[in-house]
């Protein structure tokens, strides 16, 4: 497929406003798209040029972005900024600027799909002192061989925020509808596989083989989440509930074939090389076995647990590992089983995986009660929380483990103001002291591939927190306005607040009311912040509250 029919499906896609009527577009699309494009046609469509599982990263920020796009226009990059401050959207001041183009005559070489792709390859596989020259000439190479329109989405791909209003769940539709496969099968391929381009091509070639699909050692998948609920409610939904305690500490996925061991962060990053001493603790328990498990690392000190940024600054690391694991020592608690020597388990129920779970590994299982009474369930959720746990987890005993499902499963019980997870897409100058610093937030919910802004919080921040936040989110500002800055979508915030209220000043219709940091998510993916279903959810349950409270 030529580069640019991909840039015109793009363009028609943006203007199309009703789900259906985007999935049938896309669909046909699809059959226009040979299998060999297939899976970039896809993974590009939704802005993530590599499959989940992949380890290859993009690593562009704005400001590289646009020295090369001032170089191949043969203006200065002053000159890029004030364009994109001043239309607000990368991608359409991208095209702009091309248009008028000075340097290059266009169509030097007329990209394809593949091109583009592989390009993308090279650039991701760029390393040491001269990676930052290296993806510039690249992008550069990219740029000059591109029309405006697709300049365009070529800006969108490499920010990683394509923003014509297509997610997963569009796209595996769309699969379903030209290929006449369940919608159910494609989504469980995804989560068995965490490739939607290859359960794309399966579903369009090969159905058997998709139905037949198996969890891939090394390959690491997503990780099943969790709703807050309340005891009772878990309680009238399960019958009975297996309670676990809900550990302040990171997320980890740990495969091993029987000689090799690697560990997976919540965002699927290998951590491995950070992490020696938790790695060679699963390997001795996993000694004799292929597995895959799911679990999290706490930070233990003199027998106390410390909070979650302890084990966050070891998975970070990359340097002087052996003097960081002195300081703290990490100690793993697994809680399910993906994969156990050659069998998938994920569609078994829970209660099957614990048993082979504590059959094969009987070390660092994390401990659990089951039952139906929900004074039993309250004081086990007391002493979690005496115990230094953030609370307890209530597990439906016979579920299936959904990758990547927030789905009601799994129910968190935790004992602090109602929180959520929001991407930050922008921020505000500070005053007075912190004048040089950011002072506030803008706060984005998900929905598709968008980001919709839902609120501002400049409460809950000490001096040091704003210092680190700069440094951090200095590099990925995408666009200025006065005061204001926006950024690439890139870290998430815990966020506390008081209630959900409606607010015509907000995109999503809805603002938080006191809202307070509690923490950077770095353990989290943009991808897990809260979407604006979860926000109405939350908004309608908090007014069934308030009603039978009167």
């Known amino acids: 497929m030529n580069f640019l029919t991909f840039a015109r499906i793009c363009k028609e896609l943006e203007g199309i406003s009703g789900r259906l009527d985007r999935i049938s577009f896309l669909s046909k699309a699809m059959e226009e798209c040979s299998v060999e494009d297939l899976p970039s046609f896809i993974q590009l469509l939704m802005g993530r040029p590599f499959p989940d599982w992949s380890q290859e990263k993009l690593g562009i920020g704005p400001n590289l972005l646009y020295d090369a796009v001032a170089y191949v226009i043969g203006r200065k990059k002053e000159d890029v900024i004030e364009t994109i401050n001043r239309i607000g959207d990368v991608g359409s001041a991208v095209e702009t600027l091309m248009a008028g183009k000075e340097q290059m005559s266009f169509f030097q070489d007329e990209l394809t799909l593949s091109d583009v792709h592989d390009a993308l390859i ?20 990219l740029l000059s061989d591109a029309s405006p329109l697709e300049a365009r989405y070529i800006a969108g791909i490499l920010l990683e925020d ?15 509808l030209l290929t006449g496969t369940d919608p159910l099968l494609i989504e469980h391929g995804i989560q068995v596989i965490n490739d939607i381009g290859q359960v794309a091509i399966l579903a369009r070639t090969n159905r058997d083989a998709l139905q037949k699909l198996t969890i891939t050692l090394f390959h690491p998948v997503r990780m099943m989440l969790a709703k807050q609920g309340t005891i009772g409610g878990a309680l009238t939904g399960f019958g009975s509930v297996i309670a676990e305690n809900k550990y302040d ?6 495969h ?29 328990a996993a000694a004799g076995h292929t597995v895959i498990l799911d679990g999290e690392i706490v930070a233990v000190k003199e027998g106390r647990i410390l909070p ?29 089983m993906l994969f156990l020597d050659g069998d998938t388990l994920i569609d078994s129920p829970f209660t099957y995986r614990r048993e082979k779970l504590e059959a094969a590994i009987p070390r660092f299982v994390a401990p659990q009660i089951t039952g ?45 103001v109602d929180t959520l997870d929001l991407a930050v897409i922008g921020a505000q100058w500070g005053e007075g002291k912190r004048a040089h610093l950011y002072g506030s937030f803008l706060l984005a919910c998900r929905e598709d591939d968008r980001f919709l802004p839902v609120s501002r919080v400049a409460t809950g921040f000490s001096d040091e927190h704003l210092v680190w936040l700069y440094n951090e989110l200095n590099s990925s500002v995408v666009r200025t306005q006065g005061k204001d800055l926006f950024f690439e979508p890139r870290m998430v915030f815990e966020i506390g607040y008081a209630e959900i209220q409606e607010s015509p000043g907000y995109e999503t219709g809805y603002a938080l009311r006191f809202p307070r940091f509690i923490r950077v998510r770095d353990d989290k993916d943009i991808d897990e912040v809260n979407t604006r279903s979860d926000i109405l959810y939350r908004y309608f349950q908090q007014g069934r509250r308030d009603n039978n409270a009167c």
């Open 256 to 284: 091993t074939d029987g000689n090799a061991g690697r560990i997976y962060s919540r965002k699927l990053e290998d951590v491995t090389d950070a992490l020696p001493d938790v790695v060679s603790l699963l390997q001795e």
């Open 249 to 254: 500490g990171a997320r980890f996925q740990f």
């Open 162 to 176: 394509m923003r014509i209003g297509i997610g997963e769940g569009t796209i595996r539709d769309a699969i379903a």
């Open 372 to 416: 139906s009474d929900k004074d039993t369930i309250e004081l086990f959720y007391h002493e979690a929380l005496d115990a230094g746990h953030e609370g307890i987890m209530l597990k439906n005993p016979g579920s299936r483990y959904t990758p990547g499902v927030r789905g009601k499963d799994w129910i968190k019980i935790k004992p602090e």
């Open 122 to 141: 090279t650039i991701a596989g760029s390393s040491g002192e001269r990676s930052q020259r290296d993806k510039t000439r690249m992008i550069q190479r």
């Open 308 to 336: 979650f940024q302890n084990v966050l600054k070891r998975f970070r690391r990359k340097h002087n590992i052996s003097a960081a694991r002195d300081e703290v020592e990490l100690v793993p608690y697994l809680f399910d």
